[in-house]
């Protein structure tokens, strides 16, 4: 068993509503070998909703304290973001989950490169909010580019 984002599993759950879906890990959705959770709504937030870049650091600087989740327009998501990656990992331990394959780029869910926290569309090598809790927890994450190119192997 492991677990996807889920906009990768075809749930719209993107700040735009809009899914990333990957069409062989919704399969294995359907076929109960992997859960769909999606951090950034477990922490509360709405769907659709403005999006949100880490500011001065990256998802492990979050959780020290000193880099803050902030969205487009200024406001401060930053708790949302660490109180969704709590509960996503709480359902995660429900299935005894150690593997996760999660959305690349994405403020909370990215595992290789993330956008800078200018909003300008440049991205740099960082985690994101949620990938930082769990390989704190010891847990493996990888991008679905990994996953996918793991499977043609
Ligand atoms: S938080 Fe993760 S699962 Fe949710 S929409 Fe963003 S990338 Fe997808």
Redesign the pocket.
């Known amino acids: 068993m492991l677990a996807?984002?889920?906009?990768?599993g075809g749930?719209c759950?993107?700040?735009d509503g809009k899914?990333?879906t990957v069409a062989a890990l919704q399969q294995l959705v359907a076929d109960k070998k992997a859960i769909?959770?999606?951090?950034?709504?477990l922490g509360g937030l709405p769907?659709p909703r403005t999006p949100s870049e880490i500011v001065g650091g990256d998802g492990f600087d979050v959780w020290q304290g000193n880099a803050q989740v902030v969205t487009k327009t200024g406001e401060n998501v930053t708790a949302a973001f660490k109180a969704?990656a709590i509960q996503a990992y709480q359902e995660l331990k429900k299935h005894s989950i150690d593997y996760l394959v999660?959305?690349a780029?994405?403020?909370?869910?990215?595992s290789q490169l993330i956008y800078d926290g200018s909003f300008s569309g440049i991205k740099k090598a960082d985690v994101?909010v949620?990938t930082a809790y769990f390989i704190s927890q010891g847990l493996q994450v990888i991008t679905e580019e990994e996953w996918l190119v793991n499977q043609e192997r």
């Open positions: 996807i984002s889920a906009c990768l749930i759950c993107r700040y899914n990333n769909v959770v999606c951090p950034e709504v769907t969704g999660l959305k780029n994405s403020p909370s869910c990215g994101g949620a």
